[in-house]
């Protein structure tokens, strides 16, 4: 067994939504990962906004969803 760790940023992010949603994206943050390493605003504000993700999941997926729809449309 090791320890796996894996490089997310915003670019990344943003491809990932694209591509599969925000349930992609926070499958990407918390699948088969120990340790998340970021880089990049957006890339941050969602690796703390996936916390909310345990508590009530609806409403996590709603602030992704918005926080990453900022940054492409920026």
């Known amino acids: 067994m090791g320890f796996h760790k894996r490089y997310i940023?915003?670019?990344q992010v943003?491809?990932?939504?694209?591509?599969?949603?925000?349930?992609n994206v926070i499958n990407w943050f918390t699948k088969g990962v120990d340790a998340l390493i970021?880089?990049?605003n957006l890339a941050?504000?969602?690796?703390?906004?996936?916390?909310i993700v345990k508590i009530d999941r609806q409403i996590a997926q709603r602030r992704i969803?918005?926080?990453?729809?900022?940054m492409i449309f920026i």
């Open 14 to 23: 943003i491809r990932l939504y694209q591509n599969g949603g925000v349930d």
């Open 9 to 11: 940023n915003d670019e």
């Open 44 to 51: 941050e504000e969602v690796g703390l906004l996936i916390n």
């Open 65 to 70: 969803s918005e926080t990453i729809e900022k």
């Open 38 to 40: 970021l880089s990049g």
